[in-house]
T-cell receptor, first 112, second 114 residues
């Protein structure tokens, strides 16, 4: 059974810092991994999907990497801004299934 | 930009009542999902739906839950007799196909059972 872990659960940083958010998963037989952003009381916004054949995927100031063999993904946020404050979740497909298994998320606060 | 829309944004219901949560997936998407997130907990899968039938469901999705695509645009989740523990944020999601894995989620319906 796939388990997804995100550590730490929360992070508070000053504006301008470059950040690395971590995601680990137990079953490395995945086809892809998706990063989401969730604002308080709101829905999930897809940020990046990285395929298992890719090592990196970039969108603006965001860069996601995937290392299947070690069961890890990182989301790199460059030059963080207060508007980046949100909870960031990673999700992977359960093996042999369509369903996504989510981590609990990491709550990011970027202070001006 | 196309998006998944959900209504209502917030629903309060009395225990034992039936509720229907509504979703309009992105128009060319073929795979539809419901997830839920109990406050402070992980987002968890409920059910997937393709070609007008359930393709997969979790152990949470028991007989009190049902899904339907009554027309070409709407996708609904019905909870027949709500319990206090059904209080959660319910998310609808859709995908173009299994070959295009990115899932798009709606803004959610916050269900409060009192």
């Amino acid at each position: 059974k796939q388990e997804v872990t995100q550590i730490p659960a929360a992070l508070s940083v000053p504006e301008g810092e470059n950040l690395v958010l971590n995601c680990s998963f137990t079953d490395s037989a995945i086809y892809n991994l998706q990063w989401f952003r969730q604002d308080p009381g709101k829905g999930l916004t897809s940020l990046l999907l990285i395929q298992s054949s890719q090592r990196e995927q970039t969108s603006g100031r965001l860069n996601a990497s995937l290392d299947k063999s070690s069961g890890r993904s990182t989301l790199y946020i460059a030059a963080s801004q207060p508007g980046d404050s949100a909870t960031y979740l990673c999700a992977v497909p359960q093996g042999g299934s369509e369903k996504l298994v989510f981590g609990k998320g990491m709550k990011l606060t970027v202070n001006p | 930009e196309p998006e998944v829309t959900q209504t209502p944004s917030h629903q309060v219901t009395q225990m034992g009542q039936e509720v229907i949560l509504r979703c309009v997936p992105i128009s060319n998407h073929l795979y539809f999902y419901w997830y839920r997130q109990i406050l402070g907990q992980k987002v968890e899968f409920l059910v997937s739906f393709y070609n007008n039938e359930i393709s997969e469901k979790s152990e949470i999705f028991d007989d009190q839950f049902s899904v339907e695509r009554p027309d070409g645009s709407n996708f609904t989740l019905k909870i027949r007799s709500t319990k206090l523990e059904d209080s959660a944020m319910y998310f609808c999601a859709s995908r173009v196909s299994l070959g295009v894995p990115e899932a798009f989620f709606g803004q959610g319906t916050r269900l409060t059972v009192v």
